[in-house]
């Protein structure tokens, strides 16, 4: 079993910015692909960001690319989503995943409990 628990979330004034962490829990992860995925009210789960934990390697979804950066800390055994430039089409609940294989918004082994993040214009 994997534990996974945000931290982080807020609200900001557009062009502000927030940093998430997730804190990473049970099993290793070495070989897990780690993810931020959010959910706007009304709208379905959305990928945000992906690293795979033993590489480093990591995808954007356009709409955050640039501004968005997703990275991992082994010895806090944390994953981070520095946010800057925010908009207020960021606003939504931000959840962490877990998985050993490809993430999807339907698809991870593990979901952190999300953490709520508010961008005002």
């Known amino acids: 079993q994997v534990q996974l628990v945000e931290s982080g979330g807020g609200l900001v004034q557009a062009g502000g910015s927030l940093r998430l962490s997730c804190a990473v829990s049970g099993r290793t992860v070495n070989y897990y692909s780690m993810g931020w995925f959010r959910q706007a009210p009304g709208k379905e789960r959305e990928f945000v960001a992906t690293i795979r934990w033993s590489t480093g390697i990591t995808y954007y979804a356009d709409s955050v690319k640039g501004r968005f950066t997703i990275s991992r800390d082994n010895a806090k055994n944390t994953v981070s989503l520095q946010m800057n430039s925010l908009k207020p089409e960021d606003t939504a609940v931000y959840y962490c995943?877990?998985?050993?294989?490809?993430?999807?918004?339907?698809?991870?082994?593990?979901w952190g409990q999300g953490t709520q993040v508010t961008v005002s214009s």
């Open positions: 995943a877990a998985g050993t294989t490809a993430l999807s918004p339907r698809k991870a082994d593990y």
